[in-house]
T-cell receptor, first 117, second 112 residues
């Protein structure tokens, strides 16, 4: 178990609705990244947060947004849901800087499975 | 766009055999690579990381990196049915981001 927790684990929404997914990072980790994993695909990088600011973004539209809080927990918000947003959303925590035994590996939570009808 | 490519499989091997999983990458500047295992319906779990050319062994797992040919492989010796999962190869996105780009994964089936 990685110590990264996500909620909710499953949810169903309809097209056009909005959703908020939550993530608590592993103790001591200051960086959170979010990934979308469609069925049969590898995870796709959405964005990353470090020190409460977005620190990199993948090829996702602005209706995907996020937040990081002072305790390093994070939220992913998706507006105007589309059918193609149905996927497993993964949160991963890590340390930003490598060194002293930390090689920057990502540790994933169990994910939030979103179904858009 | 940095890419990591994997054969989607399924790769089917008998119990006790060696499973060989391969991955190629496009960015010659990539310095580190990771293998994650993902059971159906679960999240990815890190099983191996490799940073330098050559082999790195951990129990039944051996990761191999060849930077000149831009490929990474994972060997699983004495394969067990519990090894049946999707194996994801990943490389850093770089650009100051502590994030990874993943291949689409290879599904491994170990037949009892």
């Amino acid at each position: 178990e990685t110590g990264v927790t996500q909620s909710p684990t499953h949810l169903i929404k309809t097209r056009g609705q909005q959703v908020t997914l939550r993530c608590s990072s592993q103790s001591g980790h200051n960086t959170v990244s979010w990934y979308q994993q469609a069925l049969g695909q590898g995870p796709q990088f959405i964005f990353q947060y470090y020190r409460e600011e977005e620190n990199g973004r993948g090829n996702f539209p602005p209706r995907f947004s996020g937040l990081q809080f002072p305790n390093y927990s994070s939220e992913l918000n998706v507006n105007a849901l589309e059918l193609d947003d149905s996927a497993l959303y993964l949160c991963a925590s890590s340390l930003m800087f490598v060194g002293q035994g930390n090689t920057g590996e990502l540790f994933f939570g169990e994910g939030s499975r979103l179904t858009v009808l | 766009q940095k890419e990591v490519e994997q054969n989607s499989g399924p790769l089917s091997v008998p119990e006790g055999a060696i499973a060989s999983l391969n991955c190629t990458y496009s960015d010659r500047g990539s310095q580190s690579f990771f293998w994650y295992r993902q059971y159906s319906g679960k999240s990815p779990e890190l099983i191996m990381s490799i940073y330098s050319n050559g082999d790195k062994e951990d129990g039944r797992f051996t990761a191999q990196l060849n930077k000149a040919s831009q490929y990474v492989s994972l060997l699983i010796r004495d394969s067990q049915p519990s090894d049946s999962a999707t194996y994801l190869c990943a490389a850093p996105l770089g650009g100051g981001r502590r994030a990874l780009t993943f291949g689409s994964g290879t599904r491994l089936q170990v037949q009892p």
